[in-house]
């Protein structure tokens, strides 16, 4: 899976099309990706259920989405793709170079 944490991405199907965030959390074993403001569902929670919401009420959290509908971008807003480059030293490194600025 190309996709880590903290990746800018943008969403290329599905309800929330054309929107982009910054991916949360990788569920490698789901082959899913939570992204920020994207795929925001709403989850009604009893009162004492939560530490974190005591009073309890109806709180929004994001929900997964599947890595094949999400593309990662760079800073532009332009897709990015990976690729393996080879340095000097021979050490194998994954990269991103951007599709129209690269070589």
């Given amino acids: 899976m190309q996709i880590r944490k903290n990746d800018l991405v943008k969403v290329i199907a599905g309800k929330d099309k054309g929107k982009t965030g910054k991916v ?26 939560s530490q974190a919401h005591p009073d309890g009420g109806i709180i929004e959290k994001n929900a997964s989405i599947a ?8 800073a532009d807003g332009e897709g990015v793709r990976r690729e393996k480059i080879v340095r000097d030293l021979g050490a194998k490194e994954k990269a991103r170079r951007e599709k129209r600025k690269s070589a």
């Fill in 24 to 49: 949360l959390e990788v569920l490698r074993e789901k082959g899913r990706v939570r992204v920020e403001k994207v795929q925001v569902v709403k989850r009604h929670l009893k009162k004492g259920r």
């Fill in 67 to 74: 890595v094949s509908n999400v593309m990662v971008v760079g």
